[in-house]
């Protein structure tokens, strides 16, 4: 099955709800949210947040992003049998750190950025920078 006809752009809507509700949050602003399509799990829906002040702007100690994964909820509907929602959340200090190390969470995210199968769903004009890691 090709990613094309997997989740990928099929939930952007709800993404951008999802993005929207996650924009009201005040203590940890969403700066940038892009919607993905990695190689790995097609039928899986993929959303990359960087927000500021999370996790009080410090680095892992694990060296990679963190990636939180949801099956269906009533916020959530995910039709698919079996598919699940995974969340990758960094600060943007976290974000710039995995770029330079290249880890695997921002290998997959920058692979579907130069493959066409993401989209950048918000990115706060303040930090324009962050996108440009990506591109």
């Given at each position: ?8 752009p ?9 993005v929207?509700q996650h924009?009201?949050l005040?203590?940890e ?8 399509a990695?190689?790995?799990d097609p039928?899986d829906?993929?959303l990359?947040e ?5 996790s ?17 909820t009533g916020?959530?509907?995910i ?15 976290e ?17 579907a950025?130069?493959s066409?199968?993401?989209q950048?769903i ?5 930090w324009?920078r962050?996108?440009q890691v990506?591109s």
């Open positions: 099955m090709s990613i094309a006809i997997g989740s990928f099929t939930f952007r809507e709800h993404v951008e709800d999802l929207n924009r009201k005040m203590d602003p969403v700066l940038m949210a892009v919607y993905y990695p190689d790995r039928d829906i993929f990359f960087v927000l500021d002040n999370f009080g702007n410090t680095i892992a100690d694990e060296g990679d992003l963190l990636e939180v994964i949801y099956g269906p916020y959530f509907p039709i698919t049998r079996n598919s699940k929602l995974h969340i990758i959340l960094a600060s943007p200090d974000f710039y750190a995995a770029a330079e190390q290249r880890t695997p969470l921002f290998r997959e995210i920058k692979e950025v130069e066409n199968r993401s950048i918000f990115l706060d004009p303040a324009a962050l996108g990506l």
